[in-house]
Nanobody
Framework: QVRMVESGGGLVQAGGSLTLSCAAH????????AAWFRQAPGKEREFVGA????????YVADSVLGRFNLSRDGTEGAVYLQMNSLKPEDTAVYYC???????????????????????WGQGTQVTVSS
């Protein structure tokens, strides 16, 4: 069974940067696809970005394009969400999600669907002060 563990959240001033990490534990069978989602109080869960097995495909939501980026340490290593130029509206709980059985993406629409991922982390809080 695969387990995802996020870290790196915290409080940062607007304009600042933060990097979230997500480590996968368990039987990974060579690797996994991963994504980041976020959920602010009173709002629906929102897709942030996704990265395929070897990082060949990286998708980023329009709301964070140019400010956020994803990277990873090999096919079974940790996945990172680098967040720059943070805004108060980026405040949310950020969740890492993964899928071992489907490590490659077909399209942005497919990669951005929460139902595509079968393993989720516990979430890490990011708070951006104005």
């Amino acid at each position: 069974q695969v387990r995802m563990v996020e870290s790196g959240g915290g409080l940062v001033q607007a304009g600042g940067s933060l990097t979230l990490s997500c480590a996968a534990h368990g039987r990974l069978f060579g690797g996994y696809a991963a994504a980041w989602f976020r959920q602010a109080p009173g709002k629906e869960r929102e897709f942030v970005g996704a990265i395929s097995l070897a990082g060949a495909d990286i998708y980023v939501a329009d709301s964070v394009l140019g400010r956020f980026n994803l990277s990873r340490d090999g096919t079974e290593g940790a996945v990172y969400l680098q967040m720059n130029s943070l805004k108060p509206e980026d405040t949310a709980v950020y969740y890492c999600a993964a899928n071992v059985r489907r490590p490659l993406f077909v399209s942005y629409n497919e990669a951005s669907r929460p139902g595509r991922y079968d393993t989720w982390g516990q979430g890490t809080q990011v708070t951006v002060s104005s």
